[in-house]
């Protein structure tokens, strides 16, 4: 018998209160009780984006709402900055090409964090810059882009909105959007609002709903000026998904009940233990200095093959975790720590990790990296 866990940075583990909430008879979304229930969930999700723009919900992956963030503040020609550090950042350059937007990429070593001199002599010498997009947490490599730096460069610029892909990092590490002055924020569902996959979430700044005013670029389905006029009368422009909706109530509450606080406490101790415990096994990881605290990518060591290693994880011990993706295929293995995660979920995949190198023939001390997370975890 094989308990398989979701230990991928997406889907994640759902809790079994959601699931029970998803499961009842699908209500009707022009019904007032529906109505009821969205006023909660705008209201949940503002608290979880830390904002009091209107945060709108579409029934697509993330991606989808990556894509509405491009065609509702751009216009055909206009030129922006892409910050491409892994397979996402390579994504906000492929909407763009396909919308006609010229873009220049910030290219970054895969695992690295961008430097933010590097925008912001990139906006000194192009001042026609129309957008910054980056991820705030890269999940194909675990790094995690200083975004608070990049919203202090941009912000100064009344012509330039800053765009941030927080799809892996909103509900794990602080990202205030209005403090911080983010124009567009985007999260999806099947990460830390540990629900399945299905809807995407995006909120303006006031900054931002200006360039909507402007931007020519077609748009349908995700026209951002037409959702929030329905959303402010608790409503969708099409029909939502509407069970994944009342999941999403239940995931909100959850947010609420624990702190927003806690939340980030949780994941940077679960993320630093399970640091410190690859470290502990001599392995390296992919993004030492600044890491997400969403996933930890770890190199697959010399002689080890990282796909078998994350194919051994699943057939021992129905362990999910995900490989590398594109350039990094084979080369490292990644473990989450997003969303439906507590101490011991770590210490399950910091033994299995041990378990699986040792009888791959890696010399491991066994229990050298579960005692590692456990010093973290016990404090
Ligand atoms: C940072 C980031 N951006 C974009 C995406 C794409 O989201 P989706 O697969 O939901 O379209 C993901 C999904 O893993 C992600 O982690």
Not at 268 to 286: F, I, Q, S, V
């Amino acid at each position: 018998m094989l308990k398989k866990q979701l230990f991928s940075p997406g889907p994640t583990p759902v809790p079994e209160r959601v699931l029970l909430a998803m499961a009842g008879p699908v209500m009707h979304h022009r019904d007032p009780a529906y109505e009821e229930l969205f006023q909660e969930v705008r209201e949940g999700l503002q608290y979880v984006f830390q904002t009091k723009s209107e945060v709108l919900v579409f029934a697509s992956s993330g991606t989808g709402a990556m894509e509405g963030a491009v065609c509702n503040t751009l216009s055909r020609g206009d030129e922006v900055l892409v910050v491409r550090g892994g397979k996402f950042g390579e994504r906000w350059g492929e909407i763009c090409e396909a919308y006609g937007v010229s873009f220049t990429p910030i290219d970054v070593p895969w695992g690295k964090a961008v430097d933010p001199l590097v925008i912001e002599k990139a906006l000194d010498t192009q001042p026609a810059i129309k957008a910054v997009f980056v991820q705030a947490s890269e999940t194909s490599t675990g790094a995690m882009h200083p975004i608070k730096d990049i919203a202090d460069i941009v912000k100064k610029r009344d012509g330039t909105i800053l765009v941030v892909d927080a799809i892996s990092a909103l509900g794990v590490s602080d990202l205030p959007m209005d403090q911080w002055g983010l124009d567009v924020v985007i999260s999806g569902s099947q990460k830390a609002f540990m629900l399945p996959p299905g809807l995407s979430f995006v909120a303006l700044s006031a900054k931002a709903w200006g360039f909507v005013e402007k931007s020519t670029l077609p748009k349908f389905y995700f026209n951002f000026k037409e959702e929030v006029a329905s959303v402010q009368k608790n409503q969708s422009q099409f029909t939502p998904a509407i069970s994944l909706v009342v999941g999403l109530r239940e995931a909100l509450r959850m947010f609420k009940e624990e702190g927003l606080e806690n939340v980030f406490k949780r994941h940077e101790k679960l993320a630093r233990a399970t640091r410190e415990a690859a470290t502990a096994l001599g392995l390296e990881l992919l993004a030492p200095e600044s890491p997400s605290n969403a996933l930890t990518a770890i190199k697959a060591p010399e002689g080890v093959d990282g796909k078998k290693l994350k194919k051994n994880f699943e057939d021992k011990f129905g362990l999910i975790i995900a490989g590398g993706q594109s350039q990094l295929k084979g080369k490292i293995i990644r473990i989450a720590h997003i969303g439906y995660f507590q101490p011991l979920d770590i210490i399950q995949a910091v033994s299995a990790l041990e378990l699986v190198l040792k009888d791959m023939g890696y010399p491991v001390e066994l229990g050298k990296g579960v005692k590692a997370a456990e010093e973290i975890l016990v404090s």
